[in-house]
């Protein structure tokens, strides 16, 4: 089995550019993070009310999935397990799934089939950490770590028990629902302390098996790409919650990146979370992540009853109607060698250079290295001609006459309304 993916598949997730990322499960309920169990310290029992509770009755992914298309979306990842342990499917090794809830019906199997009739490819998210299984041992992250009665209690639990369960699992996902793209597994923390150093059993790759699990997703599924949080080199790496200053890179050499990012800072449903990012700064990142040659994969975090709330829905509209107009600009693109301007960002795609502006400059821009290399060049927005500035480098500066900029800078007259656009791009014809 190889340890590398197919050409194809790497590069098909780099033209994809843009995924759809959703966390959903019991924590849905309580609506305050995904980490909920972790941060109040739920015991099994205070968590039980969600699971008897849990009644999707407006799932429809393909509602989920329509909204990441138009959003200019082309995959979507989702937890078929997070943290918590809940499995949205019928497991056939264990109880703690959606096929025992009162709800009953596979919530995986839909997704997937909404996915492929919206045409996105397809990625699961399963969760390495589990707080509900028997054998997982009670560790820093675990809601019962300040809990010395179920830590002695726990004490005899085996991780090898608790991992041919997740490999189980793994295979039943990997085998149940066809082609899968994407394995997005989440997390490892291995040799992680407590603040005041004692040991905070950590789990790494001995503890999931990773070697072992990662040759089985390969053979199960060979043209599927693999994240790198098995505390083992992966086939992209996922910067979270930030935006990497440059281009990914692994042992110095480039590396596929995909930077995962959530709309309000929580993952699950958070409905008393104001802390949500304009659309505006959102397509920035997508294109920021773009010129330095990763992949956005923006998370929604749907309801207790399956849907995606208002303000998502809003977004990702807003989102979509910028990519509606740019989506050249991203979609198969690629980084440019030529160094933009400040507050701008480059894209390329063969002969064409997409100039990124976050924020609009009063009159002229001026791209350094493209003085006599420019055909033409148009706001992609609505065709319009930008005109390129003939200028003469001996000009000296007069009054309301701009100084000549020597012949390897390119300047473009820019209007001085700003397209009405989250971020305005022209189109550099080479
Ligand atoms: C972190 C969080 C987890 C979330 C993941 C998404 O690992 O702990 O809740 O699912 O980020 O990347």
Request: aromatic share 10%; proline share 7%; with cysteine.
């Amino acid at each position: 089995m190889t340890d590398a993916p197919p050409a194809h598949s790497v590069e098909k997730f780099r033209d994809w550019r843009f995924g759809l990322f959703v966390h959903w499960g019991l924590y849905a309920l309580p609506a305050r993070h995904e980490w909920v169990k972790n941060y109040e310290r739920l015991t099994d029992e205070d968590y039980q009310p969600y699971f008897d509770h849990f009644e999707p009755d407006l799932y429809d992914p393909r509602k989920w999935a329509a909204a990441a298309r138009e959003a200019g979306m082309k995959y979507a990842v989702l937890t078929t397990k997070h943290h918590e342990g809940f499995c949205l499917w019928d497991s056939a090794v264990s109880d703690y799934t959606v096929a025992k809830t009162a709800w009953g019906k596979d919530l995986v199997g839909p997704f997937v089939e909404a996915c492929r009739a919206e045409g996105l490819g397809v990625g699961f998210y399963h969760s390495l950490i589990d707080w509900h299984h028997p054998e997982f041992p009670i560790d820093l992250v675990h809601p019962q770590r300040d809990d010395e009665e179920a830590i002695a209690k726990a004490a005899g639990r085996d991780i090898q028990v608790y991992a041919d369960y997740l490999h189980a699992q793994t295979r039943e996902l990997l085998t149940n629902y066809g082609p899968v793209d994407i394995m997005w597994f989440d997390f490892s923390y291995p040799g992680r302390t407590y603040p005041d150093g004692r040991d905070g059993h950590g789990k790494g790759k001995d503890d999931w098996r990773s070697e072992e699990l990662m040759a089985m997703v390969r053979e199960l599924q060979p043209d599927i790409l693999i994240n790198d949080r098995l505390d083992i080199p992966g086939d992209f790496v996922t910067p979270e919650q930030y935006q990497p200053d440059g281009p990914m890179t692994r042992d110095g050499q480039p590396v596929l990146w995909e930077a995962c990012q959530t709309l309000n800072g929580s993952w699950g449903y958070d409905r008393d979370n104001l802390d949500w990012k304009s659309p505006e700064l959102l397509v920035k990142m997508l294109v920021d992540s773009v010129s330095k040659d990763g992949n956005l994969l923006l998370n929604v975090g749907p309801t207790g009853r399956g849907e995606f709330d208002p303000r998502a829905l809003a977004t990702l509209r807003s989102i979509g109607e910028w990519m509606r107009l740019h989506e050249r600009s991203i979609r198969g693109a690629r980084p440019s060698e030529h160094t933009p301007p400040a507050d701008c960002r480059y894209t390329q795609k063969a002969d064409r250079l997409y100039l990124h502006l976050l924020s609009w400059p009063m009159g002229h821009v001026h791209l350094p290295g493209l003085g006599g290399k420019v055909k033409y060049a148009q706001l992609l927005n609505d065709a319009s001609e930008i005109k390129r500035i003939v200028n003469d480098p001996h000009q000296q500066a007069q009054n309301t006459t701009m100084s000549g900029v020597s012949p390897d800078v390119l300047t473009l007259k820019l209007p001085i309304q700003r397209p009405d656009v989250l971020v305005p791009v022209i189109e550099l014809f080479l």
